[in-house]
Antibody, heavy 121, light 112 residues
C-alpha cells in the first residue's frame, strides 16, 4: 500500500531554513503528483504546495509562496520541501501526500506520521 | 480560492445512531468529466488524517460501508449509518478541483 515517510523537521530560529524530505513506496512514484500539507498545533489542515509527476509544474499557497520550493527525485522516489525565511507561524506538522494522477483523481492518499517543524528563538 | 464551510462544527453522537455532516463550497466542484472533486478525511485523536471518501461518493480502500458521501454542485454530505466508538475524531471536507486545495474547518465528532 502507499507509504510515505517524512523527515527533516526540527527546531529552527526565525529566519532560518529547513529541508523536508519524504520517502515514498508502495506505488509508482513517478506516475503521481505529490503535495505537502501542514497542520499547526490545534489547528486544521492547510495545503501548501504540489508538484506534477514529472516535476515540470509546481504550485504554492500564498502563505508560503516565495519562501518554499517543492521538488522531487523520481529516481529516488523522494519528495522535498525547501523552506526558507521561516516564521513562528510556520510551526506545524508537515505531511506529504500522494495527490492526483494526470488522468485520474483518487483523493490525497498515504498520510504518514508527518515531521514537526518548530520555529522559535 | 474556493472557500469550504462545514456544519455542524461539533457533533455529539450516540453509538448505533446515524450521523451526518454537511460541507459547502463557494463554487461548484463539478468538473466537465462529471465528477465532483470533493473529499472527506478523518483525523482520529492523536493520529494523522486518513482519506474516507473521494470524488464525492467513492469510499477509499478499507473504509467501512457505514460511511457514505453524497451531494452535488456546492452541497455535500457525509453520512455514518451507525456510529461506532472508533469513529470519533475531526472530519474535514476538502476540494480537489483546483489549487490551492482548500479544507473545511473540521467537524469534531465525539460520543455523547
Amino acid at each position: 500500500q502507499v507509504q510515505l515517510v517524512e523527515s527533516g523537521g526540527g527546531l529552527v530560529k526565525p529566519g532560518g531554513s529547513l529541508r523536508l524530505s519524504c520517502a515514498a513506496s508502495g506505488f509508482i512514484f513517478s506516475d503521481y503528483y505529490m503535495s505537502w500539507i501542514r497542520q499547526a498545533p490545534g489547528k486544521g489542515l492547510e495545503w501548501l504546495s504540489y508538484i506534477s509527476n514529472s516535476g515540470s509544474t509546481t504550485d504554492y499557497a500564498d502563505s508560503v509562496k516565495g519562501r518554499v520550493t517543492i521538488s522531487r527525485d523520481n529516481a529516488k522516489n523522494s519528495l522535498y520541501l525547501q523552506m526558507n525565511s521561516l516564521r513562528a507561524e510556520d510551526t506545524a506538522v508537515y505531511y506529504c501526500v500522494r495527490d492526483r494522477h494526470p488522468s485520474n483523481y483518487y483523493g490525497l492518499v498515504g498520510w504518514g506520521q508527518g515531521t514537526t517543524v518548530t520555529v522559535s528563538s | 480560492d474556493i472557500v469550504m464551510t462545514q456544519s455542524p462544527l461539533s457533533l455529539p453522537v450516540t453509538p448505533g445512531e446515524p450521523a451526518s455532516i454537511s460541507c459547502r463550497s463557494s463554487q461548484s466542484l463539478l468538473r466537465v468529466n462529471g465528477y465532483h472533486y470533493l473529499d472527506w478525511y478523518l483525523q482520529k485523536p492523536g493520529q494523522s488524517p486518513q482519506l474516507l471518501i473521494y470524488l464525492g461518493s467513492n469510499r477509499a480502500s478499507g473504509v467501512p460501508d457505514r460511511f457514505s458521501g453524497s451531494g452535488s454542485g456546492t452541497n455535500f454530505t457525509l453520512k455514518i449509518s451507525r456510529v461506532e466508538a472508533e469513529d470519533v475524531g475531526i472530519y474535514y471536507c476538502m476540494q480537489g478541483l483546483q489549487t490551492p486545495r482548500t479544507f473545511g474547518p473540521g467537524t469534531k465528532v465525539d460520543i455523547k
